[in-house]
Structures are given as structure tokens and as C-alpha cells.
């Protein structure tokens, strides 16, 4: 069966190092989409992509790069971790550019910074 | 302004009851709606998805869109315990490259038995 899988599921790290977070999709979707969610602030975009070696950066993507260099992959690094990125980090996929397609989600990745 | 927004909740209903749940949208260049249950340490899975005016039924989920008025809300009705969740609306904004996919902030349902 097709799914998208996050790596790893807990992360705890010190302030100032860099963190790669994994996300890998079997769907061959091509739009990805990171995402954070801390209480009282829902799903808020970080980084997205609609399709190879294309990236965009949503409304919170400060501290955060994404590359794509095929389908099925989408990793998220925070290029020097700070306390304020402590948080739940969700991946998602979907099918179409139009956006009119179901968006499936990763088990997520709690992060903690230190 | 956010560019969708819902009441954070907690809203409680008892069993049995319908549950309403709101949210509002500011862009008007956005095509498809949606709504995910969340579950509490759980990834969002979507119940609905509405993209034209009007109501859309699915068992006792009733989605409804008012594109004028830049409002769309969920009822779920015969609530019970296990629709307890977070209710999460989310919109499609589309822009020169295709979709991009911005959620509010989520509302909380609590089904009292």
C-alpha cells in the first residue's frame, strides 16, 4: 500500500545544531508540504513543493530549507535549531496542482530543542 | 488577518446532539474545501471536502460552502463520544503554480456521554 512515513517519530537536540527531518511518500504525488502545529495555532505551512527541484516558502519558513531532488522525497532542515522551533512537524502529499485532491499526512515528528 | 479562521473550541455537545462547526476563509481565489479530524497525538485524516456552493452529505457529516459570504462549515449529527477530536478546516489557495493547502487553527470537539 501507498503511504508517506516521517523519520524519526522523537527528536531531541541542543540549540544551534542543525536538524534534518525525513519524509518520504510512495503515492508519486506531486505536491509535498511541511507543516508545524503547536497548540492554538492549527497546521501553520512551513515549506512546499509541487514537484521536482520546485520549492516555495509558506508562512512560517524562517530557519527552515527544503530541497527536492526527486518524487518521493521532502526533507526538512533546520539550519541551526533554536528553542522556538520546539514542536510537531507533520508531512503531507497530494495528487494535484489544483489542489482539489485529498492531502495524506506522516505519523509526525515531535522535535524538541534544548 | 489569518487567512482562515475557526473557533478554537472547546466546543462540548452532548451525545446525540448536532455538532456545528465554523470557519471563515479571507481569500477569494480559493477553490477547494476540506475538513480533517485530528485525534489527539494523531495525524489530521480528512472526513470531507466540498468545492461548489451548497451542501455535501456523508453519512452524519454534512459539509455546506457559501463562497459569497467566504464561509463553510461541518455538522456532524447523532454526535458521539468518538467524534471527540479536533476539527480542522482547510483551504486551497490557487496561485500561479497550483495549490497551496492552509489550514485554521482547529476547533476542539468534546461528545458528552
Known amino acids: 500500500d501507498a503511504e508517506i512515513t516521517q523519520s524519526p517519530r522523537h527528536k531531541i537536540t541542543e540549540t544551534g545544531r542543525q536538524v534534518t527531518l525525513a519524509c518520504h511518500q510512495t503515492?508519486?504525488?506531486?505536491?509535498m508540504f511541511w507543516y508545524r502545529q503547536d497548540l492554538g495555532h492549527g497546521l501553520r505551512l512551513i515549506h512546499y513543493?509541487?514537484?521536482?527541484?520546485?520549492?516555495n516558502k509558506g508562512e512560517v519558513s524562517d530557519g527552515y530549507s527544503v530541497s527536492r531532488s526527486n518524487t518521493e522525497d521532502l526533507p526538512l532542515t533546520l539550519e541551526s535549531a533554536a528553542s522556538s522551533q520546539t514542536s510537531v512537524y507533520f508531512c503531507?502529499?497530494?495528487?494535484?496542482?489544483?489542489?482539489?485532491?485529498?492531502?495524506?499526512f506522516g505519523q509526525g515528528t515531535r522535535l524538541t530543542v534544548v | 488577518q489569518k487567512e482562515v479562521e475557526q473557533n478554537s473550541g472547546p466546543l462540548s455537545v452532548p451525545e446525540g446532539a448536532i455538532a456545528s462547526l465554523n470557519c471563515t476563509y479571507s481569500d477569494r481565489v480559493s477553490q477547494s474545501f476540506f475538513w480533517y479530524r485530528q485525534y489527539s497525538g494523531k495525524s489530521p485524516e480528512l472526513i470531507m471536502s466540498?468545492?461548489?456552493?451548497g451542501d455535501k452529505e456523508d453519512g452524519r457529516f454534512t459539509a455546506q460552502l457559501n463562497k459569497a459570504s467566504q464561509y463553510v462549515s461541518l455538522l456532524i449529527r447523532d454526535s458521539q463520544p468518538s467524534d471527540s477530536a479536533t476539527y480542522l478546516c482547510?483551504?486551497?489557495?490557487?496561485?500561479?503554480?497550483?495549490?497551496?493547502?492552509?489550514f485554521g487553527q482547529g476547533t476542539e470537539l468534546s461528545v458528552k456521554p
Open positions: 513543493s509541487y514537484g521536482v527541484h520546485d520549492t
Open positions: 503531507a502529499s497530494s495528487e494535484s496542482r489544483l489542489g482539489n485532491t485529498e492531502a495524506f
Open positions: 482547510a483551504v486551497t489557495m490557487i496561485y500561479n503554480q497550483g495549490g497551496k493547502l492552509i
Open positions: 466540498i468545492y461548489s456552493n
Open positions: 503515492w508519486n504525488h506531486n505536491n
